[in-house]
């Protein structure tokens, strides 16, 4: 193998928009990465699910398109 040619790889801190923080390894060179989603936030790992309501966004659509759904099919 060649001498010097791999990345520096180092211990990094990592901070998540929830407040976690956790060390890990990487070749950045910044010593920091602020992320949006952790392990400790995310749904698939928590078991906890936000339902979004999307009835109010349908009925806003149709409301607003709707008639010209209408004329098209007549």
């Given at each position: 193998?060649?001498?010097?040619?791999?990345?520096?790889?180092?211990e990094?801190?990592?901070?998540?928009?929830?407040?976690?923080?956790?060390?890990?390894?990487?070749?950045?060179?910044?010593?920091?990465?602020?992320?949006?989603?952790?392990?400790?936030?995310?749904?698939?790992?928590?078991?906890?699910?936000?339902?979004?309501?999307?009835?109010?966004?349908?009925?806003?659509?149709?409301?607003?398109f709707?008639?010209?759904?209408?004329?098209?099919?007549?």
């Open positions: 193998m060649k001498a010097d040619i791999h990345p520096n790889y180092k990094i801190q990592v901070t998540c928009s929830c407040g976690n923080n956790f060390a890990t390894r990487s070749t950045m060179s910044k010593p920091t990465i602020h992320v949006e989603v952790c392990s400790m936030c995310h749904p698939f790992y928590t078991g906890k699910q936000k339902i979004v309501d999307t009835a109010g966004r349908v009925e806003k659509f149709n409301q607003k709707g008639a010209m759904r209408r004329k098209a099919a007549a």
